[in-house]
T-cell receptor, first 118, second 117 residues
Framework: ETGVTQSPTHLIKTRGQQVTLRCSSQSGHNTVSWYQQALGQGPQFIFQYYREEENGRGNFPPRFSGLQFPNYSSELNVNALELDDSALYLC?????????????????FGPGTRLTVL | AQKVTQAQTEISVVEKEDVTLDCVYETRDTTYYLFWYKQPPSGELVFLIRRNSFDEQNEISGRYSWNFQKSTSSFNFTITASQVVDSAVYFCALTAPPGAAGNKLTFGGGTRVLVKP
């Protein structure tokens, strides 16, 4: 058990809708990263939040957005859902000392949210 | 650009056999971290090991061992005397350098290990 929790576990949406996924980080961690894992592939980095600010972003369109709250929990929002957004969404928590510096801390993952877009 | 390649997509073994998973990486950085994660059918990624680029010592943890060869950019993982509970997808990953990409992990495509009784 990593102490990282995600909700909901499963979600079914239709194309064009909007979705919000939630993540609670491990106690003592100030950084949350989000990854998308399509079926049969490795996880792809979406973005990372450090102390409520975005700390890096992967190659995802602006309709993927996020938030981090003062307690370091985080949300991933996806607007105008497309069929290709169907995937397992994983969040990971870690501890960084400063923005834009290599983290020596390991990222610990939650159980994921499986999103299906019909 | 960072890249991690796991050439083996699926390996099937009989219980008690040894299995070695290959991982080859590409990076221009001199300081980086390599990781292995296990993903059982439940979906959660379970951390197994982190290795600093300056530490080339091999490591053993129970039935797991890791061979880091900086000269060939490889970080291979061996499961000795495999068990059915080892059945999972295993991912090798690499940290990105500091900058706009933050501290993201770059993952390989994963190797599915099936251990048959």
């Amino acid at each position: 058990e990593t102490g990282v929790t995600q909700s909901p576990t499963h979600l079914i949406k239709t194309r064009g809708q909007q979705v919000t996924l939630r993540c609670s980080s491990q106690s003592g961690h100030n950084t949350v990263s989000w990854y998308q894992q399509a079926l049969g592939q490795g996880p792809q980095f979406i973005f990372q939040y450090y102390r409520e600010e975005e700390n890096g972003r992967g190659n995802f369109p602006p309709r993927f957005s996020g938030l981090q709250f003062p307690n370091y929990s985080s949300e991933l929002n996806v607007n105008a859902l497309e069929l290709d957004d169907s995937a397992l969404y994983l969040c990971a928590s870690s501890s960084n000392r400063r923005r834009f510096t290599p983290s020596t801390d390991t990222q610990y993952f939650g159980p994921g949210t499986r999103l299906t877009v019909l | 650009a960072q890249k991690v390649t796991q050439a083996q997509t699926e390996i099937s073994v009989v219980e008690k056999e040894d299995v070695t998973l290959d991982c080859v990486y590409e990076t221009r950085d001199t300081t980086y971290y390599l990781f292995w994660y296990k993903q059982p059918p439940s979906g959660e990624l379970v951390f197994l090991i982190r290795r600093n680029s300056f530490d080339e010592q091999n490591e053993i943890s129970g039935r797991y061992s890791w061979n880091f060869q900086k000269s060939t950019s490889s970080f291979n993982f061996t499961i000795t005397a495999s068990q059915v509970v080892d059945s999972a997808v295993y991912f090798c990953a690499l940290t990105a350098p500091p900058g706009a990409a933050g501290n993201k992990l770059t993952f390989g495509g994963g190797t599915r290990v099936l251990v048959k009784p």
